[in-house]
Structure formats: C-alpha cells, structure tokens
C-alpha cells in the first residue's frame, strides 16, 4: 500500500470515530426519551399485548356469549345461564349480556333473577327497548301488572318492530285485569299484523262476549271454526253467544257439538245439561250427568254447580241448599251468574219467591242469558209465569 493510500485510510477511520459518540447519543437519546413519556419502545410492546389480551378477552365473552345463546335456542336455559354469567365475568358490565342472562333466567322461571338482570341492563342502556320488553314479560309472572303495562308501552315506543309481539301481550294482560275496552283494541291492532291467527281471533271473541256484543263474537268465532273446525271451545262459546241473541235452537246444537268432540270437559258439560233443562223437564239421566262431571274436578266452582243442580233434580233439597251455599262462598263466585241463577230456582222450589225473586236480578246483572231462565218454569211455575216471561217475550 502507498503512503497515500494509507494517509487516506487514516482520516476516513479517524473521522468515523470521531462521530460514533455523537451518533450513539443521538441514537440512545432518540431511544429513550419516548420512553420517558411512556411511549417507548418497551411500554409500547406492553401497552400492545394489553390490547390484545383484553381483545382475546372479548372474543372470549363473544364466543361464551353465541353458545350461550345456542343453548337457550335448544331450550337448555340454566346451562345458557351459566355461560353468560362467564361472559359477564369476562367482559364487565354489557348491557347486552346482562339482557340475555334475563331472559334464560326468564325461562327458567327464575324471576327474580331475571328482574334483576333486566333492571342492570336497563341501567347501563336505559332505552334498550328489547329489556323493556323482558320486563313486563317478568313483571307480568310476577304478578306486577302495572309494571308490566308499562313496560310494554314504553317497550312499544322504542321499537314499533316489537309491536307483532306487544300488541298480543298486552291485550292478554288487559283481558286478565278486565279491562276489556283495551284490551280490545290491542287485540285489534295484533291481528293487523296477523290477520289469520286463530288464537288471537279466538280471544278477541271472549272480548266480545264479555262487552256483550255477541253478533261480532260469532263472526270470530266462525272464523275460527274455518281454520279449526274441531275446536270445541269455540262451539261452546259460540253457543253462549248464540243465548245472548236467544236462538236457543243454534246454542243447544252448538253445545252437543262441544261435548261430542270433548266429552269430559266440565264447562261443555254443564252449559249443554243447563240448555237441555231449558228444553226438558229435569230427568235422572240429566243428574247422572251432572254427578259424572262433577266427579272430574269436585272442588271446582262449576263442579259444585253440577252437585246442586242435581240434587235438585233428585228433590234432596237440603242438600242442593248446602251446596249452593258453598258455591256463592266460593271466591270467584262475584264474577259468575251460575251461583245465584241456581240459588234462585232452589228457593223458588222451597216456595221463597221473595228471597228467589232477589237473587235472581243478581244473576241478570251479572249478564245471565235471557234463556237461560227457562229451568225456572219446573222449579215454580207460577214463580217463573211472573217473573220470569215477561223478560223472554220482551
């Protein structure tokens, strides 16, 4: 190597080392002050496999979530419990978790649970219309009704879309707190959504009877029987409907068509033997009847009905006397016209027209068929002659 070459070597090397402090500096320098503001290269690498751990956790709870809601599909509701309690574990307070927990707890009739779990999702997202909903579901198990209304309705203003399910339930829950004009008008507006649902044809009908409009109720009804020509409820109730426009004819065949696809069914029974007294004076095959039906369910309100009546027909007065009485002690005794219609032949038979004479307007308020009151002609014919025809020929 000449000497020139080798004074050139030199102050390239000399020159190199002479920046090597300056470049680390700059270099280390670089490195760590991001660290110092808790950027660096090594929080970064932390604050990194952070993210994706609580990303590993939420895909965790999402996949503990899907099975769980595989199960409650499959009707398994406390394992579909226990897997959103793990998701809930995983991912904290979810609204949407909590939602889903309520409603397998809902179907597995813990209700309590289920209300708890529905009031903390509607806590984290008050206006989840679906909780809503869950709600008065629960509150309606519960017995809060009330509450249940009003969870419906607000239910209903979030999500319209809820409305195909609302609509019915709310109406059930009007039915059962006899508010017959609401619910009404909720079964109106279901069926214009499902037009062709014989259930919810079938209870506005009941509606219809209750708020005595029979022509309307046997136009369901009808329509009913087109789609379910075998549904002897709907003979029976078209029957009664029938008796409130006094085509006692139309309710007699409609009665023996119930019992005939129903034989042992108490309700059929009864108001069959009750319109055959209209029509017949009483024999022992009708008491033989009553007893048998009876028999099915001795402690109900139309069971001890049965018992009366036939020992009436039997002239063992002092016993049908002994179970009348029971019946009208029966707790739901104000809301039937049974009890004090039957009272009232009892004591016109035993020659008390006066005490008849009061019970038997009872029976009328209550919504007791005009035809209904032609038994009263083998119990007193002079009873029924006064009181009795002047009604039927008005």
């Excluded at 696809?261 to 095959?285: F, K, R």
């Excluded at 005009?370 to 039927?392: D, I």
Aim: charged fraction near 20%; aromatic fraction near 10%; include cysteine.
């Amino acid at each position: 190597m000449n000497p020139s070459s080798v004074f050139t070597a030199l102050s390239i090397f000399t020159t190199f080392t002479s920046i090597i402090p300056i470049y680390h500096f700059i270099y280390r320098f670089l490195h760590i002050a991001p660290c110092l503001q808790g950027e660096g290269p090594g929080l970064l690498l932390y604050s990194r496999r952070r993210e994706g751990e609580e990303e590993g956790g939420q895909a965790e709870a999402a996949a503990l979530a899907r099975r769980g809601s595989m199960y409650l599909h499959r009707g398994q509701p406390q394992r579909a419990i226990e897997l959103y309690s793990r998701a809930l574990a995983i991912a904290g307070d979810e609204a949407i978790l909590y939602l889903r927990r309520g409603e397998a707890c809902y179907q597995a009739g813990q209700y309590q649970q289920a209300l708890s779990d529905c009031e903390q999702a509607l806590r984290l997202h008050p206006v989840l219309a679906e909780a809503h909903y869950l709600r008065g579901r629960i509150c309606t198990r519960l017995a809060a009704y009330q509450q249940a209304l009003s969870s419906y309705t607000r239910a209903l203003e979030l999500d319209p879309g809820l409305a195909t399910h609302i609509y019915p339930e709310r109406a059930a829950l009007y039915q059962r707190r006899k508010e017959f004009h609401a619910a009404l008008r909720d079964y109106c507006r279901a069926l214009e959504y499902s037009p062709h649902e014989a259930s919810l044809v079938f209870q506005r009908a009941l509606i219809y009877l209750q708020l005595r409009e029979p022509r309307q109720a046997i136009a369901d009804l009808n329509s009913v029987l087109q789609a379910r020509p075998n549904f002897a409820c709907a003979y029976h109730y078209r029957a009664l409907a029938s008796l409130y426009l006094q085509d006692l004819a139309r309710a007699r065949q409609d009665c023996q068509r119930a019992t005939a696809l129903n034989p042992m069914h108490i309700d059929h029974g009864w108001l069959a033997c009750w319109v055959t007294l209209c029509e017949e004076p009483p024999h022992e095959y009708i008491a033989e009847r009553l007893e048998a039906l009876a028999g099915t369910a001795p402690e109900q309100y139309v069971a001890l009905l049965c018992q009366a009546v036939s020992a009436w027909i039997r002239g063992e007065q002092a016993k049908a006397q002994a179970v009348i009485s029971r019946v009208l002690a029966a707790p739901s005794s104000e809301e039937h016209w049974g009890g004090p219609f039957w009272q009232a032949a009892i004591w016109a038979a035993a020659g008390r027209e006066t005490e008849a004479h009061q019970v038997l307007r009872e029976a009328l308020i209550r919504g007791l068929p005009l035809p209904l009151l032609s038994p009263l002609r083998w119990a007193n014919p002079s009873f029924y002659q006064h009181y009795a025809c002047a009604l039927l020929e008005a």
